[in-house]
């Protein structure tokens, strides 16, 4: 059976894992000091915990469509203090960052998995996680956070995505990155049309077959769910998303990225013992 090698943890993957979203964005306003950001983002970590959360998946930057970028030492300061509180809780943790300054710090501060956007393509990322015991997530995107959904263009989604994904798993291998270490994401919503986004998600089971390595898919409340729910405010997109989350789960995902993890978690549950 297959096992995710992951810090200090071997993570069967005999089953859907999920990771659950826990964003560390301070109240400029409030929050000089940071320090209600900190015990937001470790009691958000908690409940995810509580709930079921396989994975717990720390940011400090976000990614979605049209944000802006903080600065590497900014970051910095948001994610360490968190990874070092949850230290103690034994669940695995994931940073989500594109930035090797960032990577160093978390990996300094135990962290188990690297869940890179960027795909490691910053200058010094893949040999900073090559030199460390954590799994990485590779994830596909065309374009930045800032711009990708003004005019995204492929002539074929799925294997755009797939040779892009099988390329950069062949980067880390060769780095030294065990097979093991490795978890690969089409990125939905990264610089993607609504019909690329569909066609991407219909061909996540070929995907995971033909790549040889677990996906992690992350489509939580995001806007392709909106679109077809009609639904413009994302935490209306719940159970939108809990459906999307069985339907990845179907086709083979090793990892699902979600905000509502007790609702996936039961969803899952059912799911595997009426399959
Ligand atoms: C993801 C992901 C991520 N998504 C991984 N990490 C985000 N591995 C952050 C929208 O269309 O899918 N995989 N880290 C969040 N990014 C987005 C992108 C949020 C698009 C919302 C949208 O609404």
Same mark, same amino acid.
């Given at each position: ?47 995810? /915990? ?63 998995? /690297? ?161």
């Amino acid at each position: 059976m297959s096992e995710l090698h992951c810090g200090r943890f071997r993570l069967a993957l005999d089953r859907p894992l999920v990771m659950g979203i826990v964003n560390v964005t301070p109240d400029s306003f409030s929050d000089g000091g940071r320090y209600d950001s900190v015990a937001k983002a470790v009691a958000q970590a908690e409940r995810l /915990v509580d709930d079921g959360a396989d994975i717990l998946d720390i940011g400090g930057e976000s990614t979605r469509p049209g944000a802006v970028r903080v600065p590497d030492d900014e970051e910095v300061r948001r994610v360490v203090p968190v990874l070092q509180a949850l230290q103690s809780l034994n669940v695995p943790l994931s940073i989500d960052t594109c930035k090797a300054a960032v990577m160093r710090a978390a990996l300094d501060a135990g962290v188990d998995l /690297v869940n890179d956007i960027a795909a490691l393509e910053a200058d010094g990322a893949l040999e900073l996680v090559a030199r460390s015991q954590a799994a990485v997530c590779l994830m596909h995107k065309q374009g930045e956070p800032q711009s990708m959904q003004a005019a995204p263009h492929y002539d074929d989604v799925a294997s755009e995505v797939e040779a892009y994904l099988a390329g950069r798993r062949d980067a880390a291998l060769a780095a030294g990155i065990d097979a093991q270490r490795l978890l690969l994401d089409p990125g939905f919503g990264f610089g993607k049309a609504f019909e690329h986004n569909v066609a991407l998600f219909r061909s996540l089971a070929g995907q995971a077959a033909r790549l040889g390595a677990p996906l992690l898919v992350g489509v939580s409340r995001k806007t392709m769910l909106g679109t077809i729910t009609g639904r413009s405010v994302p935490s209306e997109r719940v159970s939108a998303s809990v459906a999307a989350a069985l339907l990845a789960a179907q086709a083979g995902a090793a990892v699902i990225r979600v905000h509502d993890v007790r609702e996936t978690v039961d969803a899952i549950r059912v799911w595997r013992a009426l399959k």
